[in-house]
């Protein structure tokens, strides 16, 4: 096989090298990148960009059908023996190639480090060409914090392979890695980068204007700056102003995010007291935002909607056409059930204490219908609706193994019907792989088609982590971890619910009937018993000691959490006797 391409460009050029670089490996007969001088023959592969010089090497079958590509989509097909993998953008060029390895070749990219690669002697490339579109065009992954930065090249490759296309990284973060993440994620894979979340104090450091402008801070009782002050037009001004010198040195980065530091947004000042805090925010982001937009146009400005910020204000001119507005519907939405499945949301699970501190803070409680309610109003307000997600962060509290895929590809359809562009998912600890990587798996493949069989998709990670001969118990191990997590448990809160709130926050609302404990425990016992013995045929299986050692960790977590739960509920029962 020869691979020619035609155009002189490191996303592309990468794209070839790892065609030929797996092909070789697949097939043990070397391929190689031809110069574009040669005519292609019969099995080899031609990669292309559209373009006006592109257009005499086209045959017109794929000619045809580049007008019909979106986002970074490509198209990819078979003419008279030639295989054509062509893109408007050069992503779309390298996300091509992964998809011709995967439906071609049989490779799965299940997670960093963990790939299969079938035995093939050799492939027979055929297929008429056909277009090949995201349903999401914002499909980022936010590293808020890793324990090993040397884990990110690894962590960069799987995105791309996984055709996510972005990733977001709080602005100190970025600077400390800057050189890895510039050429292994934006120079060689084309990943955007979204960078600023939670760093208002980066642009505006307290070190350096709080003597000289102690106005622009929001202090606590002591003095200590806790967040920006969102009512002076003054800070808005010299955030920009530091933005776009960020900007001029880091010309890689496509989205910066103007975030409060992380929390609720309080200020005590006479312009910001009794004030609805969202609409300040609001306010402040969109003359920041404007003021970018003269100097850096192509740049989109990431406004996080959050805490007391996550209601529209009513009443305001819509943002900036730079500006994306992140929707974060974490504290409130019961993540293992889908965001537009009315019946559920978090509003019964709050206790007195966070009651008075979101009355306090103008924030509120939200159920899914409203969740959703809040996402078609920003849906007026900016060309660029997007959410921010947990799916991959459920262990962020409390660092357990879930299985929430089912609700992941509901929710990529709703956002698609709203007209929404993506997400950014929130992944906190990458050394947790294997608790979040089916779930990451299943975001990436349902962002890209939420028409996909969920059973095909979950085959198709199972066989990637562990085999062909393991594929069977491992399908089986996420089918019972599915039911544990939505067995309804005491007075139908199910495990999510009971494993990531306080058993006395609780009880507090619901009550606790005693005789119910027992017969739940024994259920959840039962599931986790049936997990243990599937993970034992698994390592029988010759399935990799790591993956099997790491579910066995998690499961043990599970069974612990729940006992420790199980024990607080009979206290509280006890106690309101």
């Given at each position: ?247 001029n040195e880091n010309p890689e980065v496509a989205v910066v995010g103007l975030w409060p530091e992380d929390g609720f947004v309080e200020c005590s000042c006479r312009n910001c ?305």
């Open positions: 096989m020869r691979i020619f391409c035609n155009t002189e460009n490191a996303i592309v050029e990468f794209a070839a090298a790892e065609l030929a670089s797996y092909a070789s490996r697949l097939t043990g007969k070397k391929a190689k990148v031809a110069s574009n001088g040669c005519n292609p023959k019969r099995g080899d592969v031609v990669l292309l960009q559209a373009g006006e010089h592109a257009e005499t090497s086209m045959p017109g079958q794929i000619k045809n059908l580049i007008p019909r590509i979106k986002h970074d989509g490509f198209v990819s097909g078979v003419c008279a023996g030639v295989c054509y993998v062509a893109a408007c953008e050069e992503r779309g060029i390298l996300y091509g190639v992964y998809d011709l390895l995967e439906c071609k070749y049989g490779v799965i990219f299940a997670g960093p480090g963990m790939e299969y690669l079938p035995e093939v002697r050799s492939v027979s490339l055929r297929g008429r060409p056909a277009v090949h579109n995201p349903a999401l065009s914002m499909r980022f992954i936010g590293f808020h914090a890793f324990d090993d930065a040397a884990t990110l090249p690894g962590i960069f490759d799987w995105m791309a392979k996984r055709k996510f296309n972005g990733l977001q990284m709080f602005a100190h973060h970025y600077m400390e890695n800057r050189e890895v993440v510039r050429i292994e994620a934006a120079k060689k894979r084309g990943l955007r980068l979204d960078i600023g979340a939670h760093s208002a104090f980066f642009f505006l450091p307290p070190e350096k204007y709080l003597d000289s402008h102690p106005e622009y801070y929001a202090k606590n009782a002591q003095g200590k700056p806790k967040q920006l002050c969102y009512s002076h037009f003054g800070a808005a001004d010299a955030l920009a102003g530091r933005v776009n010198t960020f900007l007291a009794g004030k609805n805090l969202a609409r300040l925010v609001y306010e402040f982001v969109s003359r920041a935002a404007e003021s970018i937009a003269g100097r850096h146009p192509a740049v989109l400005i990431n406004h996080l909607a959050y805490l007391n910020s996550t209601c529209p204000p009513g009443g305001v001119a819509p943002l900036h056409d730079n500006v994306l507005v992140n929707f974060c519907d974490y504290w409130d939405r019961t993540i293992n059930h889908p965001v537009c499945d009315y019946r559920h949301g978090c509003k019964p699970l709050k206790n007195d204490q966070e009651c008075e501190e979101y009355r306090r803070t103008a924030a509120r409680f939200r159920d899914h219908k409203e969740i959703c309610e809040e996402m078609a109003a920003w849906r007026k307000l900016t060309k660029h609706p997007t959410v921010f997600s947990y799916y991959s962060d459920l262990i962020m509290k409390q660092r357990l193994l879930t299985n929430v895929a089912k609700s992941i590809q509901q929710d990529m359809r709703y956002l698609h019907a709203l007209g929404y562009e993506g997400f950014v998912d929130c992944c906190c600890h990458p050394h947790e792989w294997m608790a979040m990587a089916w779930n990451l798996f299943a975001l990436s493949e349902f962002s890209w088609d939420f028409e996909m069989e969920y059973d095909e998709v979950l085959e198709r990670f199972c066989r990637g982590v562990f085999g062909k001969h393991g594929v069977r118990d491992a399908q089986r191990f996420y089918e019972l971890l599915d039911e544990f997590e939505n067995e309804p448990c005491l007075l139908g809160f199910n495990v999510l619910d009971l494993l990531h709130r306080n058993p006395r926050e609780t009880a507090y609302f619901a009550g606790v009937i005693p005789e119910l404990v027992e017969p739940c425990e024994l259920r959840f016992s039962s599931l986790l018993h049936l997990m243990k013995e599937t993970l034992d045929r698994l390592a029988l299986k010759s399935a990799p000691v790591e993956a099997v050692q790491s579910f066995r960790q998690n499961v043990y977590r599970l069974e612990d959490k729940l006992k420790e739960k199980f024990d607080a509920y009979l206290l509280c029962a006890s106690d309101r006797k």
